[in-house]
């Protein structure tokens, strides 16, 4: 009797993200500073990773993690901006901007400066209160160039998705190393340095008149909201859907960045012994103090390092427990920092125990 060999169940197709989205985070899933920062006049990253605010005294603002999303996409969180003190006539100078910074050694594939160059497309979902014309650049730090496009929002209060495709920039090759060669950004408001000339729709030598022109003013009153997500940044003149990545990945993407020993949700400076770092001693140490903590993820580069007190929150300091003693906190030395890790100690200082928080950033 003629046998038959039995096949084995069909295995689902899993597949690693083949991270042809060059934005990281793109999603707004991972944010490990805070999940919503009040009066942000200047700049910084202020909450969700990766993505740093430019305000030169444009208005003030709350940023947070939100979960209003486009309803049946797949997103559960997105990057508000909400304007808390309008500025309802910018001064020439003053720009208010979201923006991603990308590493010149991740970006040799699309091979700038050259007649190979890849085009670039983006597409995202925004929503905003004020409706008009918006601006998004590309901006080649490497070589001071750059390439504006216009979008519209048409309906107040609507998510909308936007897709745009830029032309590959056969002059100016980007650097081959870990700093800030390419970044986008999603204008909000300008002054008319930034929108008194032509827009500027193809690569070229920067002229800050022609960056913005057209942009609306998201800072002219205080019932201005606007939010983004589900970014996508990919070579070719096609927006393909979404690359999902999972959170693991995405949060250790974002670590090579920034790192804390706080909980996800704390922010760095409470007062909290969950997530701290010790060191323990044998025998009281009275002279010298010390360890050397290994991040989880190594760095861009040497990033700054602050140290907190787990006893009081206090920045540049640790705390110091002495068996059957109260707890000292107590200003500590930094040294030996490189990618990997830092030393850090005390010395004269009594203590059994010493124990510190840190947060460390090598943003571009």
Not at 233 to 260: H, I, M, W
Not at 274 to 288: A, E, I, L
Not at 310 to 322: R, V
Request: charged letters at 15%; a negative charge.
């Amino acid at each position: 009797m003629a046998l038959t060999r039995i096949q084995p169940p069909a295995i689902a197709d899993v597949r690693e993200p083949n991270f042809r989205n060059i934005v990281i985070n793109g999603d707004m899933q991972v944010s490990q500073r805070a999940t919503s920062t009040a009066s942000i006049t200047g700049n910084g990253y202020h909450t969700i990773d990766r993505f740093n605010t430019i305000n030169t005294t444009l208005g003030t603002w709350t940023q947070s993690q939100d979960t209003d999303v486009p309803t049946g996409q797949g997103f559960a969180t997105s990057l508000k901006m909400d304007c808390t003190t309008a500025d309802a006539s910018p001064a020439s100078g003053d720009r208010l901007d979201v923006q991603q910074r990308f590493e010149g050694q991740n970006l040799q594939y699309l091979k700038k400066g050259t007649s190979s160059a890849e085009s670039l497309t983006l597409s995202f979902w925004v929503k905003a209160v004020k409706t008009g014309t918006n601006i998004v650049e590309l901006w080649d730090s490497d070589n001071v160039r750059q390439i504006s496009q216009a979008y519209t929002i048409s309906s107040s209060n609507t998510w909308e998705k936007k897709t745009l495709t830029f032309p590959g920039d056969t002059t100016g090759a980007l650097n081959n190393d870990n700093g800030n060669s390419l970044q986008v950004s999603w204008f909000l408001a300008v002054g008319s340095d930034y929108s008194s000339g032509t827009l500027s729709t193809t690569w070229t030598s920067n002229t800050n008149a022609n960056r913005a022109v057209g942009q609306v003013n998201h800072a002219d009153s205080t019932s201005n909201n606007f939010w983004i997500t589900g970014i996508q940044l990919e070579t070719g003149s096609v927006a393909t859907d979404f690359e999902v990545v999972p959170y693991d990945q995405n949060l250790e993407r974002c670590l090579r960045y920034y790192e804390k020993s706080y909980s996800p949700g704390t922010a760095p400076g409470t007062t909290t012994d969950t997530g701290r770092h010790s060191f323990f001693f044998n025998t009281t140490h009275n002279s010298y103090a010390g360890g050397f903590i290994e991040y989880v993820v190594q760095k861009r580069a040497t990033p700054t390092i602050t140290t907190y007190a787990p006893g009081d929150g206090t920045s540049g300091e640790g705390s110091f427990y002495e068996f059957g003693s109260s707890t000292t906190n107590a200003a500590l030395t930094v040294a030996e920092e490189n990618e990997v890790g830092f030393t850090v100690y005390r010395t004269g200082t009594n203590c059994n125990v010493m124990a510190l928080h840190y947060q460390t950033s090598s943003e571009l």
